[in-house]
């Protein structure tokens, strides 16, 4: 079926160093919208992007949508220990009635103090 | 207020009981959701209402059975699980499934984790 490849799984980082995980879909997305889940949580809602090349910013997080729809990524610049959590992309095959989002496996973010 | 609330918290159950699943949103959100997560996996959509009536059901068996009783109501009731059953189950509620935007946006409850002996 159609799926969204997400990259890496696990990332490790020291605190203050960068991170990026990456969304790719065989198929043109609709839109895509990335959430995050702490340990023992659920996933939390950060931003959608819906325009060809869009890119957003919400303080240390840049959220990327290729010009072709197809992919997505999310860089935090120096990472916090706040950051630890599991980053899944979620895109939206389709449009009109589409209800169904299809998550990505995510990437689990370890940040050592 | 952004808020699904979702009960219990946790739940056991036996091979042989009944048990459902409450999610209540107050956010006049007229999409809601049930999803199956297993520990280090995204998670898997199992149902969608939309206007109160089951709009998809991911092939779904039937030990699982959905009903949402009002707009802001949503159960999953549960009969003669499997242990492979066990996982942390998410509801999740939208503003519509239609067109862009805010609509789309999803919003997760904290889940029940249900684990089947």
């Known amino acids: 079926g159609q799926q969204v490849m997400q990259i890496p799984q696990y990332q490790h980082v020291q605190e203050g160093e960068d991170f990026t995980t990456y969304c790719n879909s065989s198929?043109?997305?609709?839109?895509i919208q990335w959430y995050k889940q702490r340990p023992g949580g659920h996933p939390v809602f950060l931003i959608q992007l819906v325009k060809s090349g869009e890119v957003k910013k919400q303080k240390r997080l840049t959220f990327q949508f290729g010009e072709a729809k197809k992919n997505s990524s999310l860089h935090i610049t120096a990472t916090q220990t706040t950051d630890v959590g599991t980053y899944f992309c979620?895109?939206?095959?389709?449009?009109?009635?589409?209800?169904?989002?299809?998550f990505g496996k995510g990437t689990l973010l370890t940040v050592n103090p | 207020d952004t808020e699904v609330t979702q009960t219990p918290k946790h739940l056991v159950m036996g091979m042989t009981n009944k048990k459902s699943l409450k999610c209540e949103q107050h956010?006049?959100?007229?999409?809601m959701y049930w999803y199956k997560q297993k520990a280090k996996k995204p998670p898997e959509l199992m149902f969608v209402y939309s206007y109160e009536k089951l709009s998809i059901n991911e092939s779904v068996p039937s030990r699982f059975s959905p009903e949402c009783p009002n707009s802001s109501l949503l159960n999953l009731h549960l009969h003669a699980l499997q242990p492979e059953d066990s996982a942390l189950y998410l509801c999740?509620?939208?503003?519509?499934?239609f067109g862009q935007g805010a609509l789309n946006i999803q919003y997760f409850g904290a889940g029940t984790r249900l684990s089947v002996l």
């Open positions: 979620a895109g939206r095959l389709g449009g009109g009635s589409n209800y169904k989002l299809t």
């Open positions: 956010m006049g959100h007229r999409a």
């Open positions: 999740a509620s939208s503003q519509g499934p």
């Open positions: 198929t043109t997305l609709s839109n």
